[in-house]
Nanobody, 117 residues
Framework: QVELVESGGGLVQPGGALRLSCAVSESSFSISHWGWYRQAPGKQRDLVAYTMSGGGLTKYSDSVKGRFTISRDNDRKTVYLQMNSLKPEDTAVYYC??????????WGRGTQVTVSS
């Protein structure tokens, strides 16, 4: 059973920054493609950033492009999301998981990010 443990969320003022981490208990971490998703209250879960297995290719949704940076550490089996210039609309529960064509794993509990003054 693969376990995904997200951490690093919290309450931050608009314009602030947070760094999320996702620890993955999986031996095939390095060959999988990983992403960060978020789900705001009453909305569907959306993919906001992902990194391919080689680590070189990353993609972002238009809503976070230029503000968020995804990275991975294959030795630590951890995916990171550096979030800068946070906006109230970034408020959501953030989750990590694989992205296509890697098989989706069971979801973790996520980490709450709240952007408010």
């Amino acid at each position: 059973q693969v376990e995904l443990v997200e951490s690093g969320g919290g309450l931050v003022q608009p314009g602030g920054a947070l760094r999320l981490s996702c620890a993955v208990s999986e031996s095939s971490f390095s060959i999988s493609h990983w992403g960060w998703y978020r789900q705001a209250p009453g909305k569907q879960r959306d993919l906001v950033a992902y990194t391919m297995s080689g680590g070189g290719l990353t993609k972002y949704s238009d809503s976070v492009k230029g503000r968020f940076t995804i990275s991975r550490d294959n030795d630590r089996k951890t995916v990171y999301l550096q979030m800068n210039s946070l906006k109230p609309e970034d408020t959501a529960v953030y989750y990590c998981n694989t992205v296509y064509p890697s098989t989706l794993r069971s979801w973790g509990r996520g980490t709450q990010v709240t952007v408010s003054s």
